[in-house]
């Protein structure tokens, strides 16, 4: 996750989603991800006090601002052994698609396409970047 100053995804050349300020999810689904996850998820994401008050300290959270959430297998990719990245932890699309959907659904998101090659762009603001994992 990451905070933007405004982020936005393309496919096949055209724009399908963009924001302001707000955050940048990149969204990968493991095997074990259930919806309670993408529930706890989407709720974390939206309560997390990363955006400056007005003293400048981190202490507010998503509010108003917008969300896009784009998914993103590869964060599965395991190269700790040869030069090709391995998938196997990375959840099937029919597993991992409904688990996407139902994020964006309850987080507010904007998205990107499931599955689609996406050319996605942003400025971060910050830098402000945060790995979320439902597993731990």
């Known amino acids: 996750m990451q905070r933007v100053s405004r982020a936005s995804v393309d496919v096949g050349g055209d724009r399908v989603a963009e924001i302001g300020p707000g955050l940048l999810v990149l969204l990968g689904v493991t095997h074990d991800d259930t919806e309670a996850d993408a529930g706890r998820l989407a709720a974390k994401v939206r309560a997390l006090r990363v ?18 959430c784009v998914s993103q297998f590869t ?25 996407y959907e139902r994020f964006c659904e309850l987080s507010g998101a904007r998205r990107g ?8 762009s942003l400025v971060n603001d910050g830098p402000v970047t945060l790995l979320l994992d439902t597993s731990s």
């Open 113 to 120: 396409v499931f599955g689609a090659h996406m050319q996605v």
């Open 51 to 68: 955006f400056e008050d007005e003293e400048g300290r981190m202490n507010e959270p998503l509010g108003d601002r917008e969300l896009l």
């Open 75 to 99: 964060l599965y990719g395991d190269v700790r052994r040869g030069n090709r990245p391995s998938w196997v932890a990375a959840a099937p699309p029919g597993q991992a698609q409904p688990l």
